[in-house]
């Protein structure tokens, strides 16, 4: 296991060198992750949905397993934050820190390399799990509470409205959805449109490794370390490396009986589940203007603990 992982770890390192080394192709770096996020992945996540049968989409229980683990540490970071005295609207960022993952950059490309075509399916369907709910959860606290805090009227139906017009023009939520048109209306996949899709979504997995080292080569860790800062990013890092895919694996092992060690879709489940604090949570930190040092030292650490606790994990479902 450690041969096949070394390579994907290989490449986020190689990203990391190319960014210390080239430290001001800034410009660079905005088209190589603008590629990832609405050309290859969303192409990788098509095809991979385009071509099941609708049979294949009925995983009720990887479906329910991978939303208990996200409802948990979402709760569980919305109670740390409220014992912290940090209350609502601002806790769903938190919230948010504890389960959102690098689920596209950094799950789809593992699943893939290590498991190969078979994860595509549940890869893509994790990937979705695990973006909208969070991103909804973090628009509509704000449109509620910022606005019964000013004294306004709040308008339910515009809350949602704009909670759902933001996940779903995402690019990889427009993209599972497109896949799903094809599956519900029974449409074939044009072979030149497989071929297509394909070819763009062959270099999704070390595009996006690439992308992801060379983020991590552009963020300076010692201008957020601080006592306060770390008081709060580490329920985060217990919550999302840890207790996440912990609930996620008990529910989906214990509780719904996905207990084949063979079973791809458990294995995807926990695998996702155990991802590093995804780049979005600061997206929307940045948005709303909250602890935008501590989201970015999460991200940090995270992300360095995930290199050494995913093979792990992995290692755990070969054995």
Not at 192 to 202: E, I, K, R, V
Not at 215 to 231: F, M, W
């Amino acid at each position: 296991m450690a041969m096949i992982v070394a390579p994907i770890f290989l490449i986020i390192f190689i990203g990391y060198c190319f960014g210390r080394l080239n430290p001001d192709s800034g410009h660079s770096d905005k088209l190589i992750n603008d590629y990832v996020l609405y050309i290859a992945l969303p192409a990788l996540l098509f095809l991979a949905i385009a071509k099941a049968e609708i049979n294949e989409l009925r995983q009720w229980d990887f479906i329910t397993a991978t939303l208990v683990g996200i409802g948990a540490a979402y709760i569980l970071g919305a109670l740390i934050a409220k014992i912290m005295g940090i209350g609502l609207p601002e806790s769903s960022i938190l919230s948010m820190g504890a389960c959102y993952g690098t689920t596209g950059y950094m799950g789809v490309p593992i699943l893939i390399s290590v498991y190969g075509e078979s994860a595509a399916l549940p890869a893509a369907i994790a990937t979705i799990l695990h973006n909208i709910p969070a991103i909804m959860a973090v628009i509509i606290s704000y449109d509620i509470f910022s606005t019964r805090q000013s004294g306004s009227k709040i308008s339910i139906g515009h809350t949602l409205a704009k909670a759902l017009k933001t996940t779903l023009t995402n690019p990889l939520t427009v993209s599972v959805i497109t896949g799903l048109v094809f599956v519900i209306f029974r449409f074939p996949v044009p072979e030149f449109l497989q071929s297509f899709a394909g070819f763009l979504g062959n270099a999704a997995g070390p595009t996006a490794l690439f992308a992801l080292g060379l983020g991590l080569s552009r963020l300076k860790v010692t201008e957020h370390i601080n006592g306060g800062a770390l008081q709060l990013a580490v329920p985060m890092l217990l919550l999302k490396l840890g207790i996440q895919p912990l609930v996620t694996f008990i529910c989906a092992y214990y509780l719904l009986g996905m207990q084949q060690k063979d079973n791809v879709w458990l294995i995807a489940a926990v695998v996702m589940a155990a991802q590093p604090i995804g780049a979005g949570v600061y997206v929307f930190a940045n948005k709303y203007g909250f602890k935008q040092d501590v989201i970015s030292l999460s991200i940090i650490i995270s992300l360095l603990i995930a290199l050494a606790t995913m093979p792990v994990v992995l290692q755990l479902f070969s054995a």
